[in-house]
């Protein structure tokens, strides 16, 4: 069955840092993973996926991505954080034989100015 | 602004009312999901529809009722809820690929007394 896992609660940052949200995976085939983002009050919104190709995915509003099979992860990064990323981060992996994607818990990210 | 608006914002109910919440996807998708954020819970998938067909069920108790009339609609009927069930709900949308990215509304947050 698959399965992600996001193992911190929350990160805090200091505004011009670099930031990563960390993920890891449990898929038996190929994964499709991806990241989304929640800011109060609103409903999820893409930031990146990775379906195949290039190990490093980048995505929306600077952030991105690095795909490590062997280590079974897909952490987020971003190289230099600003207070308007403070927001709630879930992963997610697709059940590639159908329509299920399975969340992480998500994981609260604090950038301090 | 993700193309998938979701009615009412809001809503509160007592145990015995009936309710329903609606959603609207302007994408021209054929995909449509219910989703359940509770706080300090991962997100629940509840309902999965692939061109108005119910694909997944998540052993979602029965006073949660989901109807589709066609691919752009997609309904959550409530009756006899327990405070339990006040979260946030979430509809999502995406094209008929697995791979494909998931859209959002911005929710429904359910209050029942």
């Known amino acids: 069955a698959q399965s992600v896992a996001q193992p911190e609660d929350q990160v805090n940052v200091a505004e011009g840092n670099p930031l990563t949200v960390k993920c890891t995976y449990s898929?038996?085939?190929?994964?499709?993973l991806f990241w989304y983002v929640q800011y109060p009050n609103r409903g999820l919104q893409f930031l990146l996926k990775?379906?195949?190709?290039?190990?490093l995915v980048k995505g929306s509003y600077g952030f991105e991505a690095e795909f490590n099979k062997s280590q079974t992860s897909f952490h987020l990064k971003k190289p230099s954080a600003l207070v308007s990323d403070s927001a709630l981060y879930f992963c997610?992996?697709?059940?590639?034989?159908?329509?299920?994607?399975?969340f992480g818990a998500g994981t609260r990210l604090f950038v301090k100015a | 602004e993700t193309g998938v608006t979701q009615t009412p914002r809001h809503l509160v109910m007592g145990m015995t009312n009936k309710k329903s919440l609606k959603c609207e996807q302007h994408?021209?998708?054929?995909?449509m999901y219910w989703y359940k954020q509770s706080a300090k819970k991962p997100l629940e998938l509840m309902f999965v529809?692939?061109?108005?067909?119910?694909?997944e069920n998540n052993s979602v108790p029965s006073r949660f009722s989901p109807e589709c009339p066609n691919s752009s609609h997609l309904f959550l009927h409530l009756h006899t809820l327990q405070p339990e069930d006040s979260a946030l709900y979430l509809c999502?949308?995406?094209?008929?690929?697995?791979?494909?990215?998931?859209?959002f509304g911005p929710g429904t947050r359910l209050l029942v007394l």
């Open positions: 994408l021209g998708h054929n995909a």
């Open positions: 999502a949308s995406s094209q008929d690929s697995g791979r494909e990215t998931q859209y």
């Open positions: 529809y692939n061109f108005k067909e119910q694909t």
């Open positions: 997610a992996v697709r059940d590639t034989g159908g329509f299920k994607t399975i």
């Open positions: 990775y379906i195949t190709g290039d190990n």
């Open positions: 898929v038996s085939g190929n994964p499709y």
